[in-house]
């Protein structure tokens, strides 16, 4: 049959958890264990941080420059903030990535997943991680070390809903074990790079199938 290949185009898969629901972990394994699998860098308004970099952790723009690509409509989604700072996913970078047929992991909360589904339809998966219990994330929340009872309070306050929003997503992974939920992950990535939407002239590619007789 020579040289016939099909050209896939990549997803986006939207990564969702409550606060210690174990995400973080999952992308960082999900990179560095599979190809073809980039994590989406988004742009913000906040300040940088000692050890991070432009182009890498985040794309620092200035608040001008952020309302400047909302108006042009270069953003998939953003949290646009009186009160805080804000966040956007660019469309440039991650529809060259797709167009590369690269996948590309994006960590967003539920309303990120509602308006990049109005924008880009089918070519988004989301999937949304919870933990075994409320309890088990207390556990795991307190447990980190890291944050201090006033902020473990406010994100518990907030885990509950974050929880119940699962039912809205295509796939929902219960992060009970790290190897199980990656495997799983990867599973769900596996099968949307086989999904027929995804291979670009497969109709031609049938064809020569058949001719090569």
Not at 41 to 46: A, I, Q, W
Not at 67 to 72: D, F, G
């Amino acid at each position: 049959m020579g040289d016939k290949k099909i050209q896939r185009q990549g997803t986006m898969f939207i990564f969702s958890s409550p606060s210690g629901g174990g995400k973080s972990s999952v992308i960082k394994k999900i990179l560095k264990e599979m190809d073809d699998i980039e994590l989406s860098v988004s742009v913000t308004t906040r300040g940088m941080r000692v050890g991070e970099v432009d182009g890498k952790d985040y794309y620092f723009i200035t608040e001008e420059r952020f309302k400047e690509l909302v108006k042009s409509e270069e953003l998939y989604e953003y949290v646009d903030s009186d009160f805080g700072p804000k966040y956007g996913t660019p469309k440039a970078k991650v529809d060259e990535l797709l167009r590369e047929g690269k996948d590309v992991i994006l960590d967003l909360d539920y309303p990120g997943v509602v308006q990049l589904r109005k924008l880009a339809g089918d070519r988004v998966r989301a999937i949304s991680f919870i933990p075994p219990s409320i309890k088990i994330l207390r556990e795991r929340l307190e447990g980190r070390g890291t944050d201090s009872r006033e902020v473990i309070e406010k994100r518990m306050s907030k885990a509950e809903s974050r929880i119940k929003e699962a039912e809205f997503y295509d796939y929902v992974v219960i992060n009970d074990d790290l190897d199980k939920a990656v495997y799983d992950v990867k599973c769900i990535i596996e099968s949307a790079r086989l999904e027929k939407r995804n291979l670009c002239g497969l109709g031609e590619f049938i064809q020569k199938v058949v001719d090569d007789k």
